[in-house]
């Protein structure tokens, strides 16, 4: 009998027992994604987004426009020529002419009082 229990210890002390305890999952939040409209391209981006349409999975990369590239670059462009011109926006140029006038009234006042 002594053998018998021993075995049974044995048994015992090897067999684990995990918990069964579950956890609730967290309900995922859907959030809503702005689908940007059509208007929001200009027709040569809009090609491309056609064209990108066209890729397939086994074709290189190498063929699909990168719209991000090509918007910073036209911006980076318009920004460079608008500094290359200097041309200024309706609300830049009355700040400047304002300025201009204020300096022009401060140079007569100080003018006027060192004639007299």
């Known amino acids: 009998m002594n053998l018998k229990n021993k075995r049974v210890s044995i048994l015992m002390i090897r067999t684990r027992i995990a918990p069964t305890t579950f956890r609730a999952s967290r309900p995922r939040v859907r959030t809503r994604i702005r689908r940007s409209c059509k208007d929001d391209w200009s ?12 890729w397939k999975w086994y074709l290189p990369e190498e063929e699909v426009w990168d719209l991000d590239s090509i918007r910073e670059a ?12 200097e041309l200024m926006t309706s609300e ?3 700040l400047v002419t304002e300025l201009v006038e204020k300096l022009e009234e401060y140079a007569e006042k100080y003018v006027d009082e060192n004639n007299n």
């Open 92 to 94: 830049e140029e009355k």
């Open 74 to 85: 036209s911006g980076y462009k318009k920004e460079s020529l608008e500094i290359m011109l």
């Open 43 to 54: 027709p040569d981006e809009q090609q491309y987004i056609n064209e990108n349409k066209e």
